[in-house]
């Protein structure tokens, strides 16, 4: 039989660092999904300068990033890209043309901002979130 022993004194430092990151784990991955939705909604705003014509600005700037929250189903971060605007849905998904007597003089095809821009997103997600996981894990 052989004798050895162990130096356990890294193990209790590389411990306590785990448990540190632990605690602080909760508000690192509610900012790395608070940076990706700025990214997301950062593409959705490209997207929009790209394909809707009219410029008012007042599309543009009602795309908004929502907060970050816990699915109680799945316990997954979440966040969300939307619009304020009240004509957003209209620019969305089209609208009739209805004239002041109420008579119909057609159909306006709607964008689809939001869904190209989520194909868009779905392509670059994993970079995203691997630069961001990367800043966070050079702070730490």
Do not use: C
């Given at each position: ?79 969300r890209v ?36 989520a194909k ?21």
């Amino acid at each position: 039989m052989s004798d050895f022993s162990l130096d356990t004194k890294g193990l209790e430092s590389f411990h306590k660092e785990l448990d540190d990151l632990q605690k602080l784990f909760p508000k690192e991955a509610r900012r790395l999904m608070q940076r990706t939705g700025t990214k997301a909604r950062t593409i959705v705003v490209r997207r929009a300068r790209q394909t809707v014509n009219k410029v008012s600005g007042r599309y543009l700037k009602s795309i908004k990033r929502g907060k970050v929250w816990v699915d109680d189903s799945t316990g997954e971060y979440k966040v969300r890209v939307y619009t304020r605007a009240p004509h957003g849905h209209l620019i969305e998904k089209g609208h009739r043309i209805v004239g002041k007597d109420g008579s119909e003089h057609g159909f306006v095809q709607g964008y689809h901002v939001f869904d190209k821009a989520a194909k868009d997103i779905e392509k670059q997600f994993s970079d995203i979130v691997e630069a961001e996981f990367d800043k966070i894990m050079r702070n730490l």
